[in-house]
């Protein structure tokens, strides 16, 4: 069932997206073959960002096709998808905002545990700004927010 606003939607999606550490993550490679690994998001209203390396095969993927789909699936009677653009965010500002949201949000990832210091040269901040968002409800309703 579709909804016209994310509002009729949001509070279920941040249940689902906060009960889970991580998701998996995919991307388009630069043969057009999809790719997923996991990654720890964090969201924050409908933005979601990602600290990661500037040097991993999901950069190359995201240069060569920006959509990348996220899934929650925890709870597979339950699951929740996140269909993204992904965008690098290059401020340090911007990303000591995100290190100190991760560092004070209750999903338990510490990003210190990855990089020394938001001024690491190779930590890049990744912003992904959701186009379709799904929830489904097994057995029951599957709603789905789609961007204007």
């Known amino acids: 069932m579709k909804v016209a606003s994310f509002s009729e939607i949001a509070v279920e999606f941040q249940i689902r997206v906060e009960r ?45 096709c920006p959509f990348v789909s996220l899934a929650y699936i925890r709870d597979n009677n339950k699951p929740a998808y996140a269909e993204c653009t992904a965008e690098w965010v290059e401020d340090i500002k911007d990303k000591q905002r995100t290190w100190d949201l991760f560092n004070r949000s209750s999903l338990g990832y510490d990003p210190a545990l990855f990089y020394k210091s938001v001024n690491e040269p190779y930590l890049a901040l990744l912003k992904l700004t959701p186009w379709r968002i799904q929830i489904d409800n097994t057995p029951g309703q599957t709603y789905i927010w789609e961007r204007g």
Do not use: Y
């Open 20 to 64: 889970d550490l991580c998701c998996n993550f995919a991307t388009l490679d630069r043969q057009n073959r999809l790719r997923s690994r996991v990654v720890h998001p964090l969201w924050e209203g409908m933005v979601c960002w990602v600290l990661t390396d500037r040097r991993t095969p999901k950069a190359v993927h995201i240069a060569h």
